[in-house]
């Protein structure tokens, strides 16, 4: 935990941005350092279930994996299932195409690769959050000020003793350069009226104080239009991509006390998979890169480790939106197209309203059922978000890190504005790379100059393959393996490694079996290595399983397998993670 002197709070490393990237960082390097190094994570919003969704890829769950196999089955557990995709006529309603998914996720299993899942935002938060050791995260601190601490400043940060306060057992190099950044957060508290997720310090909430922290090393999470890269990184902004996105979140109660129901094609008994309805013109075939377009689903309870009593996915079915539109239909319309400066506008209680009005504007060309839908969602569920991209011919080792003890990760240093999903996924392994690295080489420079270099390439080449038939970015995903971060914690019994059992997800009763020591991550054998990823694989199918009552593992015939696979990779990887990372 950070210390705190005159009023100053001191700390190891700080995280910028408690979102996926910042959190699972967090999580990866709390694994790799020493007790003694601290770690804190600061977020400017407040906790809630706010937010859209991300398809998870192969190169997200391996990361996941990497980090523990444990943190894996907890997606499983929180996630949702999805086993087709349906094509409607955005004026008519009429279905245009449906396309089963049942014989890919026959074909993975056969193949032994991971089930397919998807994800909602807050649990994505939620799960790692709770996975994470008590007090290194902090909700509402708005980033408001990040400086780089002159040399001199950097001594005076040293104790009369000659050692900088909290210095890492692991970090002798940070004991010798003191602290590097001087960062100033506005610290929120939540106002009566607020319920939203995406509260700040600014918006729906009553200002307190300015938290004054001092930090060795930064991590830049805070998303595509991060304040920590534009004032002590290289200084770029993205770069507007001309659409907008809007997404939305309703439970049934909501929707019922709105007069609203689900939009035709989802209504009907509840089912444990997660259903979809996708509004295009006829001629689109599966991608949402249109003038614009809709994606609805209606989503299952969720009863693992992300659900709470009282929120928006607890006991119930769930509603969730994501609607997209170019600056030119959105001209059209008369519905003003310039961005508001920060890629997120009209994201607080008091602006949600805008952001649902704007979206209905939008939505005027769609069936009434769906209007309706839309209609219904509270407004301080719906956000919206002008999309920002970081243009791949200016990635550069200096876009990872400043050289000075600052490194970025996630949407702050490869922001794609594409909604395949991609920028949640490679978040996930800029986190497993990074603590790599750190254990490699230490907590320090080296470590951050290695990362850039390894991930500078890989992301590139992943982001840069985004059209049809995606062969460079498939074979890079699907081939995805990473550094194990294991600790005993992590770990099954013996038992549990042989497969002569599978109890439910939890602590290993027998984790000192394993064959590792008792309080970090350390190398170990192939043979282990063989044998976790073996149990994680039958744990992951048996999850989802249990989550779909079987249907995850319907086999249709071995050619149909074949035949499907080959032919609905491309056509999928244009249409996954159509709501966004």
């Known amino acids: 935990m950070a210390t705190a002197e005159d009023g100053v709070c001191r700390v190891d490393v700080a995280i910028v941005g408690g979102g996926p990237a910042g959190l699972a960082t967090a999580l990866a390097l709390r694994r790799v350092l020493e007790p003694g190094v601290t770690i804190a994570v600061y977020e400017s919003r407040l906790p809630g279930d706010t937010g859209s969704g991300l398809e998870m890829?192969?190169?997200?769950?391996?990361?996941?994996?990497?980090i523990s196999p444990k943190l894996l089955h907890s997606f499983y557990e929180a996630g949702d299932y999805q086993l087709c995709f349906n094509h409607h006529h955005e004026e008519t309603g009429e279905l245009v195409s449906s396309f089963n998914l049942q014989p890919m996720c026959a074909a993975q299993r056969a193949a032994g690769a991971l089930p397919p899942l998807k994800m909602r935002w807050w649990y994505i938060t939620r799960v790692l959050e709770q996975a994470l050791p008590e007090g290194i995260l902090r909700y509402g601190h708005k980033l408001v000020e990040c400086v780089e601490l002159a040399e001199e400043c950097r001594a005076a940060s040293v104790s009369p003793a000659g050692e900088a306060?909290?210095?890492?057992?692991?970090?002798?190099?940070?004991?010798?350069?003191?602290y590097r950044y001087q960062l100033s957060f506005r610290h929120a508290a939540p106002s009566e009226e607020t319920d939203t997720g995406l509260a700040t310090a600014d918006h729906g909430t009553a200002a307190t104080a300015v938290t004054t922290v001092m930090a060795k090393w930064l991590v830049g999470?805070?998303?595509?239009?991060?304040?920590?890269?534009?004032?002590v990184?290289?200084?770029?902004?993205?770069?507007?991509?001309?659409?907008?996105?809007?997404?939305?979140?309703?439970?049934?109660a909501q929707l019922a006390a709105a007069g609203a129901d689900w939009p035709l094609p989802l209504r009907g008994p509840r089912q444990p998979i997660t259903r979809n309805a996708t509004y295009m013109p006829p001629g689109n075939r599966l991608s949402t890169t249109g003038a614009r377009n809709l994606l609805t689903f209606r989503t299952p309870p969720c009863e693992g480790p992300g659900a709470v009593d009282g929120d928006e996915g607890a006991g119930r079915d769930v509603a969730l939106w994501y609607m997209e539109s170019q600056s030119a239909a959105m001209a059209a319309e008369g519905v003003d197209p310039s961005p508001e400066g920060p890629i997120l506008r009209h994201a607080a209680a008091d602006g949600g309203a805008v952001a649902l009005a704007r979206a209905l504007r939008m939505a005027s060309h769609l069936p009434p059922d769906v209007r309706a839908f839309i209609a219904a969602t509270p407004p301080q569920r719906v956000l919206e978000k002008a999309?920002?991209?970081?243009?791949?011919?200016?990635?550069?080792?200096?876009?990872?890190t400043n050289g000075r003890g600052l490194v970025l990760v996630g949407d702050a240093v490869h922001a794609s504005g594409r909604p395949d999903g991609q920028g949640g996924n490679l978040a996930f392994e800029d986190a497993a790379c990074l603590a790599a690295h750190v254990r490699r080489?230490?907590?320090?420079?080296?470590?951050?100059?290695?990362?850039?270099?390894?991930?500078?390439?890989?992301?590139?080449?992943?982001?840069?393959?985004?059209?049809?038939p995606f062969a460079v970015r498939k074979a890079l995903v699907d081939g995805s393996m990473f550094e194990p971060l294991w600790g005993p914690q992590d770990l099954p019994s013996k038992a549990e490694l042989e497969g002569e059992l599978l109890p439910e997800l939890g602590a290993s009763q027998n984790a000192e079996e394993a064959g590792?020591?008792?309080?970090?991550?350390?190398?170990?054998?192939?043979?282990?290595?063989?044998?976790?990823?073996?149990?994680s694989l039958r744990r992951c199918w048996a999850i989802a399983d249990r989550r779909t009552g079987g249907l995850m593992l319907a086999v249709p015939a071995a050619e149909q397998v074949v035949e499907t696979e080959q032919k609905v990779q491309p056509e999928k990887?244009?249409?996954?993670?159509s709501v966004r990372a």
Not at 449 to 462: Q, W
Not at 518 to 524: E, F, L, N, Y
Request: glycine share 10%; aromatic share 8%.
């Open 57 to 66: 890829a192969k190169n997200g769950l391996r990361a996941l994996e990497a």
């Open 165 to 178: 306060a909290d210095a890492p057992a692991a970090a002798p190099e940070s004991a010798v350069d003191g």
């Open 221 to 231: 999470a805070d998303g595509g239009y991060s304040r920590v890269r534009r004032t």
């Open 233 to 252: 990184g290289d200084g770029r902004a993205p770069t507007f991509l001309g659409t907008f996105s809007w997404w939305g979140s309703a439970t049934e």
């Open 387 to 400: 999309l920002h991209s970081h243009p791949l011919d200016q990635q550069e080792h200096s876009s990872w």
């Open 441 to 468: 080489h230490g907590l320090g420079q080296q470590a951050f100059d290695a990362f850039a270099a390894a991930r500078r390439p890989r992301v590139t080449a992943i982001r840069g393959d985004c059209k049809p």
């Open 516 to 535: 590792h020591g008792h309080s970090s991550a350390g190398t170990i054998s192939e043979e282990l290595k063989r044998k976790v990823l073996a149990w």
């Open 573 to 577: 990887q244009a249409m996954t993670a």
